[in-house]
Structures are given as C-alpha cells and as structure tokens.
T-cell receptor, first 115, second 115 residues
Framework: NAGVTQTPKFQVLKTGQSMTLQCAQDMNHEYMSWYRQDPGMGLRLIHY???????DQGEVPNGYNVSRSTTEDFPLRLLSAAPSQTSVYFC??????????????FGQGTRLTVV | AQSVTQPDIHITVSEGASLELRCNYS??????LFWYVQSPGQGLQLLLK??????LVQGIKGFEAEFKRSQSSFNLRKPSVHWSDAAEYFCAVGGKNTGFQKLVFGTGTRLLVSP
C-alpha cells in the first residue's frame, strides 16, 4: 500500500502566488487532516475532514482552503502565499467511526518556502 | 483547553544508555495518547499508542511508555539507545474532547545520540 502520498515534496513560491498541495490516501480512511510544522511549535492543525463533502477548520486555518470531493483526496490550497506560510506541511489520514480512536498515518511532508 | 507539554527541547544520550522522554498532557476527558518519531526529512511514524487497559504499552523499535493518570504523564522510555534512534519525538493526545479525529501535539524533543 502507498498509504498517504503528498505532492510536491518541495516548493518555492513568490509572495502572492497560489498553489495546491496534494494529498491522497489509499486506505479508504474517513478522516483526513492537514498540519503545519514549524520549529519549536510542533504540529498544528490547519483543516480537517470527517468524510467526503465535509470539512472544518483547525487551529490555524487562515490563508488556507480545503475541499473533499472524494474519500481519497484532500487538497490544501494557498490562495495568496505569504512568507508566514513557509513551513513543512503534513497530511494525515485515519480510520473513523463514532467512538473509535485509531492511529493517524502521515505523509512524507511538503516543504514550502515563500519568498 | 487541551495541550501537550514536552519540556525537553533537546536531549543527548550516549549510545547504549537508557532514555526517557517526558510528556505531560492536559485533557478534560479520557485521553488517547500517542508517541510519534520523525527522522530527518521524513514523515511521522507511530511508535506506540495508549487507548485503555494496561498502562505500560510496548511499541516498535524497543520503545515503551507508561500512562500515569495521577501525574498526567505519558513518558517514553528505551533501555538501550541505538545511533539510529536519533530523531525528533512527538507526543500527542486525542480523544472525545477533540472529536477523535484531531490530534494535539507537543513541540517535540530532538534526541541526539553520542558515540
């Protein structure tokens, strides 16, 4: 199994540019989420989805949009990149079900630099 | 509010020596606790998890962790560290209060292994 696949692995953007970070999982997981990782701050939740067509904001959603049209894919969009969005982005998926807690599987990350 | 504290930013351990990484959490309900490891340039890999039952849990790569409810702690231990254990370690908490699908991460502890 491929697990959680993120593309691209590296990206440099100019301030004001837009781009989409791709995330796909092949485990038929209901839950998917995006985190950003910054030095000394751990991972912080940006947006998450509990199933196709359902998304919600996490801890740091400003400047990011998401959609979930299929179970497999959960892209993260930066509409107008800012230097503050320079970070490493991780996509994660986990199996769901009310009252069930299972482990999250993470992608390899996308290292984004905004200049 | 839910939070995770990893008080040690860096720890250096000699190869073959024992290791303990500290994790304290604040969570208003029964916590589900996780330890993840991140090798340089890689994604996060689950080391172990605690949902319920025996408070001493075994994980991969010879790691174990003990859940102590009275101390709100979930410290990670390994009896003999190998050079390949050098990585960053993240403690995370999830559960009913965060909707099960979301994780709250600590800021991480970077482990350095000296010869």
């Amino acid at each position: 199994n491929a697990g959680v696949t993120q593309t691209p692995k590296f990206q440099v953007l100019k301030t004001g540019q837009s781009m989409t970070l791709q995330c796909a999982q092949d485990m038929n997981h209901e839950y998917m989420s995006w985190y950003r990782q910054d030095p000394g701050m751990g991972l912080r939740l940006i947006h998450y989805s509990v199933g196709a067509g359902i998304t919600d904001q996490g801890e740091v959603p400003n400047g990011y949009n998401v959609s979930r049209s299929t179970t497999e894919d959960f892209p993260l969009r930066l509409l107008s990149a800012a230097p503050s969005q320079t970070s490493v982005y991780f996509c994660a998926s986990k199996n769901g079900g009310a009252g069930v807690n299972t482990e999250a599987f993470f992608g390899q990350g996308t290292r984004l630099t905004v200049v | 509010a839910q939070s995770v504290t990893q008080p040690d930013i860096h720890i250096t351990v000699s190869e073959g020596a024992s290791l303990e990484l500290r994790c304290n959490y604040s969570y208003g309900a029964t916590p589900y606790l996780f330890w993840y490891v991140q090798s340089p340039g890689q994604g996060l890999q689950l080391l172990l998890k605690y949902f319920s039952g025996d408070t001493l849990v075994q994980g991969i790569k010879g790691f174990e962790a003990e859940f102590k409810r009275s101390q709100s702690s979930f410290n990670l231990r390994k009896p003999s560290v190998h050079w390949s254990d050098a990585a960053e370690y993240f403690c995370a908490v999830g559960g009913k209060n965060t909707g099960f699908q979301k994780l709250v991460f600590g800021t991480g502890t970077r482990l350095l292994v000296s010869p």
